[in-house]
């Protein structure tokens, strides 16, 4: 499958639960990107992975964590989330930098 | 504070017509610029860009406009169709697109048959 894929398209959870958010590429990327958009808000940089290493985190809580075990997959481990996390999800990646960014469709989040 | 900025949430416009989207950056150092669609429920996809060293850029219905004094840029859809109905992001990024992009709000077209 080409492009960005993300997995699952829609969830819902309650604040106590553990989830997991899954990207994947196979564009032969090497940076990725967790993004947040809230209504009303710009697109939020939430973390940055470049040749898998985490190389930013915009003071995201830790209720959120991220894994990049490979250049193709990224997750995003979700843990006692509060309502107003509920947002969709983007994962995008690229060749590094912020030219040739490719975005999968996200995850609509529903945390109640 | 918001480094790009796209001040009219919403813009309706008659099928046929032109839609000019605007969008402000306040960081000096943006020389990549970049036009993104998104239709609900599927990820931003990729419009149109332009570099600093341009003013002008133009892919069929869809031109982009730079004015580095002003700091501004522009996307113009001519003739618009209904399906450029979407929200449509504005970003840019730094030494020549080799930074990570910083979006603004995005604005939501509605072209009306």
């Known amino acids: 499958e080409t492009g960005v894929t993300q997995t699952p398209r829609h969830l819902v959870m309650g604040m106590t639960n553990k989830k997991s958010l899954k990207c994947e590429q196979h564009?032969?990327?090497?940076?990725m990107y967790w993004y947040k958009q809230s209504a009303k808000k710009p697109l939020e940089l939430m973390f940055v992975?470049?040749?898998?290493?985490?190389?930013e985190n915009n003071s995201v809580p830790s209720r959120f964590s991220p894994e990049c075990p490979n250049s193709s997959h990224l997750f995003l481990h979700l843990h006692t989330l509060q309502p107003e996390d509920s947002a969709l999800y983007l994962c995008?990646?690229?060749?590094?930098?912020?030219?040739?960014?490719?975005f999968g469709s996200g995850t609509r989040l529903t945390v109640v | 504070d918001q480094q790009v900025k796209q001040n009219s949430p919403s813009l309706s416009v008659q099928e046929g017509r032109i839609s000019i989207l605007n969008c402000d950056y306040t960081?000096?150092?943006?020389?990549?610029f970049l036009w993104y669609k998104k239709y609900p429920a599927e990820g931003p996809t990729f419009l149109i860009s332009?570099?600093?060293?341009?003013d002008k850029n133009e892919d069929g219905r869809f031109t982009v406009f730079l004015n580095k004094s002003a700091k501004h840029l522009s996307l113009h859809i001519v003739p618009s169709q209904p399906g450029d109905s979407a929200v449509y992001f504005c970003?840019?990024?730094?030494?020549?697109?080799?930074?990570?992009?910083?979006f603004g709000k995005g604005t939501k077209l509605t072209v009306n048959p």
């Open positions: 995008a990646s690229s060749l590094q930098g912020g030219y040739g960014y490719t």
């Open positions: 564009l032969g990327h090497n940076a």
């Open positions: 992975y470049s040749l898998e290493e985490r190389v």
């Open positions: 960081n000096s150092m943006f020389d990549y």
């Open positions: 332009i570099s600093s060293i341009k």
């Open positions: 970003a840019a990024s730094s030494q020549g697109g080799s930074e990570k992009l910083v």
